[in-house]
């Protein structure tokens, strides 16, 4: 069965510290990893990852896939409170009709 | 650009009682999709479309029905509404690609039925 695995499911940091969030995949036919920050509303793009090793980097995030390892990282540097948020990651499996399947996120707190 | 646009944002029914969640993208996307999103649980697939005329079933689509006949438009129909399906609503299209493409999500339907 396809799954996409989050961990850790919820975090608290303070503001300034730097944080990992982890994202496991088993997807048949795997095509790329994305990740997503919802705040409040609806999830908002920030990463596709489709090739091994090679990290994306926005300002104080920055993320990476590793295919061999099934497994993909996002990192926040020098945390702020707008970075307070719920984080998914979700797997593309592709073929005619690809698709997501998401994780069921890390919801990250950054206290001032 | 208005993006995706979802209708209504609120609604509360009653058990059996049926409605429609309208969803409307302004980029010529072919795919469109439609998530709940629980507690816990994180996005799950209910329905989908590679294109008009073309719609398939994700991960829980039992109590929903879909239709595509347009480009533009995806709207879910809730048929029998049950309790088990007051949940957080999210439409969201994306252009066709090989490796996967940023898919755009609307602001989101909560959806209480009591």
Request: hydrophobic share 35%.
């Amino acid at each position: 069965e396809d799954k996409v695995v989050q961990s850790p499911l919820s975090l608290v940091v303070h503001e300034g510290d730097t944080v990992t969030l982890n994202c496991s995949y088993e997807v048949t036919n795997f095509r790329s990893l994305l990740w997503y920050k919802q705040e409040k509303k609806a999830p908002t793009f920030l990463f596709m990852l489709t090739s091994s090793g090679i990290e994306k980097k926005s300002g104080r995030l920055s993320s990476i896939l590793d295919k061999k390892e099934l497994f993909s990282i996002l990192n926040i540097t020098a945390t702020q409170t707008g970075d307070s948020a719920v984080y998914l990651c979700a797997g593309y499996y592709g073929g005619s009709q690809g698709n997501l399947i998401f994780g069921k996120g890390t919801k990250l707190s950054v206290k001032p | 650009n208005a993006g995706v646009t979802q209708t209504p944002k609120f609604q509360v029914l009653k058990t059996g009682q049926s409605m429609t969640l309208q969803c409307a993208q302004d980029m010529n996307h072919e795919y469109m999709s439609w998530y709940r999103q629980d507690p816990g649980m994180g996005l799950r697939l209910i329905h989908y479309s590679v294109g008009a005329g073309i719609t398939d079933q994700g991960e829980v689509p039992n109590g929903y029905n879909v239709s595509r006949s347009t480009t533009e438009d995806f709207p879910l129909r809730l048929l029998s509404a049950a309790p088990s399906q007051t949940s957080v609503y999210f439409c969201a299209s994306s252009r066709r690609g090989i490796s996967g493409t940023e898919a755009f999500f609307g602001q989101g339907t909560r959806l209480t039925v009591v």
